[in-house]
Antibody
Framework: QVQLQESGPGLVRPSETLSLTCTVS??????????WGWIRQPPGKGLEWLGN???????YLNPSLRSRVTISVDRSKNHFSLKLDSVTAADTAIYYC??????????????WGLGTLVTVTS | QPALTQPPSVSGSPGQSITISCTGT?????????VSWFQQHPGKAPKLLIY???DRPSGVSDRFSGSKSGNTASLTISGLQADDEAVYHC??????????FGGGTRVTVL
């Protein structure tokens, strides 16, 4: 069973870049046949999909955030990463990484990491 | 504003059945049989209950079932139990491809 663990700073200053990594254990990104994704949840609110990355490095990004989001994969470290530029308080959220489409026929979320809270504050 | 519409709350007594709706458009729920449902307990990550409208992952109770009619998908919880008290999120694949969620429904067991 694949396990996912998010890591990165819990505090980010406004206008700076949020950077998170999702480390995969119990499975290989290189040999996977599904996507890997990032999803966030502002405190007390609903879920928002940020984007997916495939082992090849190809990505699909949420159109509303595309100008600020970068998702990449490092197969040698078996992890994938999220960068969100020019953050504001509205980007304060729990950030989850997930497998996308390992069960479903399309890349919708399956297994989730535990999540990490990122607070944007000066 | 969430892309998919869910009722904010649904409640039921132990042993009863409840149904949560998730309404989208022909571009998402109505156009694809790729709707998922997640259960989220407080302070926990979402857990997959249903994928591809009706399929359950291994280990998920058969008290949870999914269906779809037109632009509305539904999750039914039968034999309601205290541990079912949680927030339930729906999710749909769309074109591009992207993923959209509903706003979540809080289930209360009376």
């Amino acid at each position: 069973q694949v396990q996912l663990q998010e890591s990165g700073p819990g505090l980010v200053r406004p206008s700076e870049t949020l950077s998170l990594t999702c480390t995969v254990s119990g499975g290989s990104i290189t040999t996977s046949r599904h996507y890997w994704g990032w999803i966030r949840q502002p405190p007390g609110k609903g879920l928002e999909w940020l984007g997916n990355v495939y082992a090849s490095g190809s990505t699909y990004l949420n159109p509303s955030l595309r100008s600020r989001v970068t998702i990449s994969v490092d197969r040698s470290k078996n992890h994938f990463s999220l960068k969100l530029d020019s953050v504001t308080a509205a980007d304060t959220a729990i950030y989850y990484c997930a497998t996308m489409g390992s069960l479903a026929r399309r890349p919708t979320p399956d297994s989730w990491g535990l999540g990490t809270l990122v607070t944007v504050t000066s | 504003q969430p892309a998919l519409t869910q009722p904010p709350s649904v409640s039921g007594s132990p042993g009863q059945s409840i149904t949560i709706s998730c309404t989208g458009t022909s571009n998402d729920v109505g156009g694809y049989d790729f709707v998922s449902w997640f259960q989220q307990h407080p302070g926990k990550a979402p857990k997959l209950l249903i994928y591809d409208v009706t399929d359950r992952p291994s280990g998920v109770s058969d008290r949870f079932s999914g269906s779809k009619s037109g632009n509305t998908a539904s999750l039914t919880i039968s034999g309601l139990q205290a541990d079912d008290e949680a927030v339930y999120h729906c999710c749909s694949y769309t074109n591009y491809p992207t993923v959209i969620f509903g706003g979540g429904t809080r289930v209360t067991v009376l």
